[in-house]
């Protein structure tokens, strides 16, 4: 009977051990399975948190680290599971969750109606102005936090709904007789949007940004471009906290245009215009980091953009032991990213060539401002260049796969290393964009003249202000990047 009774125990913990294991190798916990599925799987979007919440929410007792019983969340708490996970991962991973946890964010649109406005809505055009407008707002997760606004000589709340505004053909004359359409008083328009802001909120102007004060005749270009650009500066220098995109895009133009020298002409053909995004700096990065918000930064048919008052960001980089471009000689250091020992030049050439694998999206740039030398400003005492290139699928291969891997771009570093040891310091440049230089005319008064189609009248003054108000004092590099060598 002794043999019986110690058996029995020894069988159910054998028992007990097999179905602990079964169970562990069965998925373990549900939590950790959705945080792990959604960095393999690359989804770290709002919708994937929504799903971490509800299954905290769906077992708030088992998972109170993390939630509590009136279902509120411990952001901080989750956040630090969370990348305790991703830095298990190769390569370690991680995902800022705090962005997902704040409130819902509301759009007011402001739309202007200007006398130099309406002809690009014509019934005869092709109506990209108002089709940019309404992608805008369909772009914007949660329609139901969306108001619309008139600006003129001052702003005026849109009549309709936003669904009435969607689908009208011809708002312009919808919105006839509302403020009043011959001038735009933009140090009004620009006060109150800031002033009407609240957290959370997103503001976008539809505007051809033609400064057109009241009372200008027989007042000089030049007086008048001094004017809106200290106007510019003293209006943003008070919201430093901001920032601003300014995306131009082309739309058709058909009807009266008003030059600055008091004669309207008729003017049929391609005149640019402007959407210009407005919000508190920090929710400009959270929106960047939600994929639900790709297609509201992104705007298609924008020909160029530019983001005022963006903060540095922080690069984090994988030396490639190996890559095309490489020569030379090199160790990269086990334990410091940024430092490479060992460093011999090729002994043919004697040059030294060396590549770093790192992540550009968060710099919400294209890749023809990625991947433009230029860009780059590159200190060392040896000399060396750099040339930048995109990471294709074909790239991530063999022995470079867990470098290359959560990247998006590839740095290779080229000089010729003559001294024992080097610092190679690279700022990617924030300078006042050549595009809005390009954009700018002096003169608006003659329609056939050949950049007539393509500026707008004044552009730099106002912009070069915006630009000044928040680079004082401040960074002029959207990155920078280190890297020591020593022989």
Not at 116 to 123: A, F, G, H, T
Not at 141 to 151: C, F, H, L, T
Not at 262 to 276: E, T
Request: hydrophobic fraction near 35%; charged fraction near 20%; include cysteine.
């Amino acid at each position: 009977m002794k043999k019986i009774f110690w058996l029995v125990p020894l069988v159910g913990l054998c028992l007990m051990a097999m179905t602990a294991v079964m169970t562990s190798c069965g998925g373990g916990d549900p939590l950790e399975k959705t945080v792990r599925e959604a960095f393999v799987k690359g989804d770290t979007t709002q919708a994937r948190y929504n799903r971490i919440v509800d299954l905290l929410k769906s077992n708030p007792k088992k998972y109170s680290d993390y939630i509590d019983a009136q279902g509120n969340v411990n952001v901080d708490a989750l956040g630090s599971y969370i990348n305790a996970i991703g830095q298990k991962l190769r390569p370690p991973m991680s995902w800022n969750v705090k962005a997902y946890a704040a409130q819902p964010l509301s759009l007011t649109v402001y739309f202007e109606r200007s006398g130099s406005m309406v002809p690009y809505d014509s019934q005869g055009g092709s109506g990209q102005l108002k089709k940019a407008v309404n992608d805008l707002i369909n772009y914007f997760p949660g329609k139901e936090r969306v108001s619309i606004n008139i600006v003129n000589d001052g702003i005026y709340p849109y009549r309709g709904t936003v669904d009435s505004f969607l689908q009208d053909r011809n708002i312009y004359a919808t919105t006839q007789g509302t403020g009043n359409p011959a001038y735009t008083d933009f140090k009004v328009i620009f006060d109150k949007i800031f002033q009407a802001q609240k957290p959370n909120n997103v503001s976008i102007l539809v505007t051809d940004l033609i400064y057109s004060p009241r009372n200008t005749a027989g007042v000089s270009t030049a007086k008048i471009f001094n004017e809106e650009n200290s106007l510019a500066t003293s209006i943003f220098k008070h919201y430093k906290g901001k920032s601003v995109i300014v995306e131009q895009l082309l739309g058709d133009f058909d009807g009266m245009y008003y030059s600055y020298s008091g004669v309207p002409f008729q003017y049929k053909g391609p005149r640019p215009f402007y959407i210009i995004i407005v919000a508190d700096a920090s929710l400009i990065d959270r929106m960047a980091a939600d994929k639900s918000y790709a297609n509201f930064l992104n705007l298609g048919n924008v020909l160029n953009s530019y983001r005022f008052n963006q903060a540095q960001t922080e690069l984090k980089f994988n030396m490639l032991p190996s890559w095309r471009g490489n020569a030379g000689r090199f160790r990269p250091d086990r334990d410091n990213a940024a430092l490479l020992t060992h460093c011999q030049g090729d002994k043919l050439t004697g040059v030294l060539a060396f590549s770093i694998a790192v992540n550009l999206d968060a710099l919400q740039k294209n890749d023809v401002f990625l991947t433009n030398a230029a860009n780059y400003a590159v200190q060392s005492h040896s000399g060396f260049t750099v040339k930048v290139e995109r990471i294709t699928p074909n790239d991530v291969t063999g022995n470079n796969r867990r470098f290359l891997e959560g990247m998006t771009h590839v740095i290779t570093f080229t000089g010729k290393f003559n001294t024992p040891a080097d610092e190679i310091v690279v700022n990617l440049r924030n300078d006042f964009p050549q595009w809005i230089t390009s954009s700018t005319s002096n003169d608006d008064s003659n329609p056939a003249a050949g950049d007539f189609a393509h500026t707008t009248f004044g552009l730099e003054r106002f912009l070069r202000g915006i630009y000044d108000a928040f680079s004082a004092g401040g960074s002029n590099s959207y990155a920078t990047i280190h890297i020591r060598l020593e022989k």
